[in-house]
């Protein structure tokens, strides 16, 4: 596709459930980043991956929060028995190179009730 | 921690206006960039700047580095309803370039 694409675009899960959540970043772009925003704020930075080396983990919130990179194109990020503080939108970013422009998908929605 | 501050939060003013947004640190960023952010949609880049005191012009959009590399400022001429929307400020530390610590946020609206 032209764009990041991310599915699905609204998940809505009961608390303690697993998910997971996926992200098709633009072809050929070998850097992939998520991001949490919170009520139309600012975003969080959760992890990132460039290439073949290992993933920056330093913004995971906890344990709960998992995310893999495979073939260095498709990523999913899971989140294990969610809370309700988990709601928040979930964005996946790619760049042809770390700290170059980053285009952002259009996010998955997360509801945990 | 929140290291860059953006203010105001929230802006609501009337086509033909002129407005500022402020994003502030006390840390010194390599290279900043502003992105704007509609309803449903992820951000999307307007501009980068990395040299202290750089002022770069996007149509009726100013923007400028502090010379220090601490702060930034975005400033619009004759806002139009388009200009509505989420603008957000992102810093990259030298060396972590990977990693864009994002601002609190500025949410303008324009009205007719």
């Known amino acids: 596709g032209a764009g990041v694409s991310q599915s699905p675009s609204n998940k809505v899960t009961e608390k303690g459930k697993d998910v997971e959540l996926r992200c098709d970043p633009i072809?050929?772009?070998?850097?992939l980043y998520w991001y949490r925003q919170s009520l139309g704020q600012g975003l969080e930075f959760l992890i990132y991956f460039q290439g073949n080396s290992a993933p920056d983990k330093s913004g995971l919130p906890s344990d709960r929060f998992s995310a893999e990179r495979t073939g260095g194109s498709v990523s999913t990020l899971t989140i294990q028995r969610t809370q309700q503080e988990d709601s928040a939108v979930y964005l996946c970013?790619?760049?042809?190179?770390?700290?170059?422009?980053?285009?952002f998908g259009s996010g998955t929605q997360l509801s945990v009730l | 921690t929140q290291l860059l501050e953006q203010s105001p939060q929230f802006l609501s003013i009337q086509e033909g206006e002129n407005l500022t947004v402020y994003c502030n640190s006390s840390s010194v960023f390599s290279s900043l960039q502003w992105y704007r952010q509609e309803p449903g949609e992820g951000p999307v880049l307007l501009v980068t700047v990395v040299t202290g005191g750089e002022v770069k012009k996007l149509k009726r959009l100013t923007f400028q580095f502090g010379d220090a590399r601490k702060d930034s400022s975005l400033h619009i001429t004759a806002a139009q309803p388009g200009d509505t929307g989420l603008y957000l400020c992102?810093?990259?530390?030298?060396?972590?370039?990977?990693?864009?610590?994002f601002g609190t946020g500025t949410r303008l609206q324009v009205t007719l």
């Open positions: 970013a790619s760049s042809s190179y770390k700290g170059e422009k980053l285009f």
């Open positions: 072809s050929g772009h070998t850097a």
């Open positions: 992102a810093g990259a530390k030298t060396g972590t370039a990977s990693k864009l610590t």
